[in-house]
């Protein structure tokens, strides 16, 4: 896929390079901070009755204030607009979900402008600009993110149950939970990366960007107290209010309350690091206020999501101490927030690609104090309304933008929806209509509108596509909020069960197999299509309960293929896959009841590209006694082998289990997966030490198809393995050990030729690495064959320690898989920390070594570390020596554990290949 936007680079000018090249002592750090749902009115210095905002009065009071500054009337207009310099009608992100908040990819960023041009990028808080590649901050020039997907937290693609304290949000691309109030964990992340910067000598772009105000209106209690105490205070002078929305307003202020106090810790920070002379700050607010209409306006009338004069102007302060700016004061004159970026391109003399333009203009003049606001200027607000009653994507509703939805600025004049005129002069709060009584005002702001219209008309009812199956993210989760033109934004509308479905614009990057998974819940929820949802009680508030859905077939569309599925009571999720061609396309889901009545979309669906290299020739060797991981791991594997990454060759037990039935539960799991006549072969030895009684294996082999026999009469390990190798290619067998090491001590004595020719790469979870203070499980059970095996294996081995699967905690989502799957018995009947393993789940040691011995080196999760060997003492404690000419490497994890957690977990419940089809139509 190419766009104009992923070329950018290329544009630049050759000034660019001399830019980026320039001193850094040259150029002043920037720092744009927006705060959401906070209208003009919520500052004490512009008259409200209720809140005290000393440190935003005082940033005020020194800094340039653009009086008649307009945004949108809601947030992610306001934001494209901000990033881009375009107005949202010409950029694409138009409105706050429904499938149109995604950036047109063609428009640079304030993030690119300024990487482009030699500044360090970090975004803190809300983008609201697109959750998926290619429109997450990190593919748009920014550096540094700690972000949160969509509107607000809480918000579908967020993670579940973010509750605005110690929330989980992504972090460069990975979730990572942060400790903390959402507007403190958002300031103090980003004084810490304007800190290094600094530190570095290297000059920074940061947009802080804040969840507060708003909603939920969750807020500390100290600032909750502190705004319920001014609220008492002056409530007899205010206007009569609702006793719930006066509730609701004192959580607003009280977020308002704990605003203020961050920005003062920002001053401090920006005065003790000595930043503040040479730093250019820049305050706005997103869109007019949601509370203000009911209790104080600044005398405006409206708030947020209109184009009353309180819906889109606020404040834009705008401080630079050492950039040689006019005095602090007011400036008056029609502004808007696409005149940001233009106006810090002409003030700090950056570069910007050849064919960029913008809708706003440069005030850099005006700061300077060399010019004012053109006192003839026009300008025009529009964007896409929501659509909160559609419930399914259809060609007219009221997400569609039209040119009727605009307002015109002029001097004092306001037409709004082509059919209102106000003169603000002698009517500040827009009461009296007096379009009659100026027909030349109105002729000319009509003829303003009609240009500007026939400037947008074109691009402003197209779709800026969802991308699937890119290298960049694949597989990628995309929700309900990008359903074309149908609002599903919130977790509580999740939890309620929203009765809607929506049409996805997607475009598929490369042609290939995908696969899709459907579902009503994320991942992390672990329940079923049919669950409902209990009232969960947060740190400041209250989830509401929600309703079960009788669901019961499930169907997908991607263009004009539809495949459909029946679905079980036990399903957490469905499961398809097509064959897609490369381009533009559309995508449908539908969950219906046992009646084939449309209950609703699936607000949940994963696209993945599946591999198309050739499959990993993969022998594993298990004790399949132990832990469940071992069971996980047979299940992980014949996923892979579905998706055609590895041809799961044989497996061998290398543990004479005290039940006898490690095969015969080896075999339940192969019978499930379609594989019944893969062969399985038993040590009928064995390493004495550790043996057990298994807790799964026998209610495998009871309670699932198989007839391979007790382990005694099953095949032996050693003639498996000879059968097994000598009819594959040389060089291309990849062996994974998740037990002891019995077999391949044996299988090296016996066959040492077998294994030159044939073996690829050992693959060994065991160990402890680089050092250990304790002999590891699968290295002490049999430490003679371990010693064998470490000092004498002729070929390349890769060990995975105890501790990378150790903090990968795995199998509570098999509760959303039949309780015919053998995998979820295992892990039903294996215990783990005083509970069953199914029951918040458990380590993933066995897993992470297949998944490696399948896929390799994926450098986003590991780092291979060569240049020695494993060495074991007369313990079993293993060590990392020097060692050049050794062919032995072991794994780091360099991923969070959950990310990759997450992966292994997917695939353990992936079902057989014959339930992911459905039937085509």
């Not at 691309?173 to 507007?183: A, D, E, K, P």
């Not at 501790?803 to 905690?809: A, H, R």
């Not at 789940?841 to 897993?847: A, H, K, N, R, T």
């Amino acid at each position: 896929m190419k766009t104009l936007f992923l070329a950018l680079p290329l544009l630049f000018s050759a000034s660019a390079v001399v830019a980026a090249e320039t001193a850094t002592a040259e150029r002043p750090n920037v720092l744009v901070v927006i705060t959401d749902d906070q209208g003009f009115g919520e500052f004490s210095c512009h008259g409200n009755p209720v809140v005290q905002t000393p440190h935003l009065d005082r940033l005020h009071d020194e800094s340039i204030r653009l009086t008649e500054f307009h945004v949108a009337p809601m947030c992610t207009p306001t934001r494209g607009q901000l990033m881009t310099g375009v107005d949202a009608l010409r950029n694409g992100a138009m409105n706050v979900s429904s499938g149109r908040t995604l950036l047109r990819r063609s428009f640079p960023t304030m993030g690119n402008l300024f990487k482009e041009s030699g500044w360090q990028t970090g975004l803190f808080g809300k983008w609201h600009l697109g959750d998926t590649y290619p429109y997450r901050p990190s593919d748009r020039g920014f550096q540094e993110s700690v972000w949160f997907p969509s509107s607000h937290i809480g918000s579908v693609p967020d993670a579940w149950q973010n509750d605005y304290f110690g929330d989980t949000y992504v972090h460069n691309g990975v979730r990572q939970t942060y400790r903390g109030y959402t507007t403190d964990v958002l300031f103090r992340e980003s004084m810490q990366w304007m800190k290094s910067q600094a530190d570095a000598e290297r000059p920074f772009f940061c947009y802080l960007a804040t969840a507060a105000a708003h909603q939920p209106h969750y807020v500390p209690q100290r600032n909750h107290e502190a705004a319920k105490k001014a609220f008492e205070s002056v409530r007899d002078t205010l206007p009569s209010i609702p006793a719930e929305k006066e509730s609701e307003l004192i959580r607003f202020l009280g977020m308002v309350d704990n605003i203020d106090e961050n920005m003062g810790r920002l001053e401090a920070f920006l005065q003790e690091s000595g930043l503040r002379e040479n730093t250019v700050v820049i305050f706005l607010t997103d869109n007019g206020s949601t509370f203000g209409p009911k209790y104080f306006n600044a005398n405006m009338r409206g708030g947020k999501m209109t184009l009353w004069e309180g819906g889109h102007r606020v404040p834009c302060f705008v401080r630079w101490p050492a950039g040689a700016l006019r005095p602090a004061g007011d400036v008056n004159g029609l502004t808007q927030v696409q005149d940001v970026l233009p106006t810090l391109v002409d003030l700090l003399g950056m570069n910007v690609p050849t064919e960029t333009q913008f809708d706003g203009i440069s005030l850099a003049n005006v700061l300077k104090g060399t010019a004012t606001v053109p006192e003839d200027r026009m300008m025009v607000i529009n964007y896409s309304r929501m659509p909160f009653k559609t419930v399914r994507t259809t060609p007219n509703n009221p997400a569609v933008p039209r040119r009727e939805g605009a307002a015109v600025l002029w001097k004092q004049w306001r037409l709004l929806s082509d059919k209102q005129l106000y003169n603000l002069d002698d009517d500040p709060l827009q009461t009296q209509n007096v379009i009659a009584e100026h027909p030349e005002v109105t002729r000319a702001m009509r003829a303003h509108l009609n240009a500007w219209w026939d400037g947008v008309k074109d691009q402003a009812n197209k779709f800026e596509p969802s991308i699937i199956g890119h290298d960049a993210e694949n597989p990628v989760q995309l929700t309900a909020c990008e359903w074309a033109d149908v609002f599903i934004d919130q977790q509580k509308q999740v939890r309620a069960g929203d009765r809607k479905n929506g049409v996805w614009h997607i475009e598929v990057a490369e042609a290939g197999e995908y696969e899709f998974r459907l579902s009503r819940w994320p991942d992390e929820c672990h329940l079923h299509l049919t669950s409902g949802i209990e009232e969960t009680r947060v740190t400041d508030g209250v989830l509401p309960a929600g309703p079960a859905w009788p669901v019961a077939a499930a169907q997908l569309r991607v263009g004009k293929q539809k495949q459909q599925a029946k679905v079980t009571p036990e399903s957490g999720e469905v499961r398809f896959r097509m064959n897609l061609p490369a381009g533009r396309t559309t995508m449908q889901s539908w969950l219906y009841d046992g009646d084939g009545k449309e209950i609703a979309g699936a607000y949940y669906l994963a696209a993945e590209r599946l591999p198309k290299t050739e499959p990993v020739k993969l022998i594993l060797d298990t004790d399949m006694s132990g832990d469940a991981d071992d069971v996980g791991t047979v299940a992980m594997l014949h996923a892979l082998a579905d998706r055609g990454e590895c041809e799961l060759l044989a497996t061998i037990v290398n543990r004479a289990d005290l039940t006898k039935a490690s095969a015969a539960a080896v075999d339940a799991i192969n019978t499930y997966y379609d594989r019944p006549n893969l062969p399985i072969g038993t040590d009928k030895v064995g390493p004495t030490a550790l043996q057990r009684t298994s807790t799964y294996a026998p209610s495998l082999r009871d309670g699932f198809p198989n007839d391979i026999g007790p382990d005694d009469k099953a095949p032996d390990a050693l003639d498996v393995y000879r059968e097994t190798l000598s009819a594959q290619p040389d060089g291309s067998v990849t062996i994974c050990s998740v037990g002891a090491l019995s077999n391949l001590a044996e299988l090296w004595r016996r066959e040492p030729e077998l294994v030159k020719s044939k073996v690829r790469r050992l693959v060994i979870m065991g160990g402890e690495f680089p050092t250990s203070n304790r002999p590891e499980t699968n290295i002490k059970t049999h430490l003679e064959a371990s010693v064998v095996v470490a000092n004498k294996w002729p070929g390349e081995i890769v060990w995975h320690g105890f501790e990378i699967g150790n903090g990968l905690i795995t199998g509570e989502r098999l509760k959303q898989t039949p309780s015919d799957n053998p995998v979820r018995r295992g892990f039903e009947k294996r215990r783990y920390k005083n509970r069953a393993s199914i029951d918040g789940g458990q380590p993933s040691y066995d897993q992470a070594a297949a998944l490696f011995a399948v896929r390799g080196a994926e450098p986003e999760y590991w780092e291979v570390v060569s240049g020695g060997r494993v060495q074991l003492d007369a313990e079993g404690v293993s060590t990392w020596v020097k060692d050049p000419s050794s062919q032995h490497h072991y794994v780091k994890l360099i991923c969070p554990a959950n990310q990759l957690a997450t992966v292994i977990e997917s695939l353990m419940v992936t079902p057989p290949k014959r339930l992911i089809h459905g039937e085509t139509k």
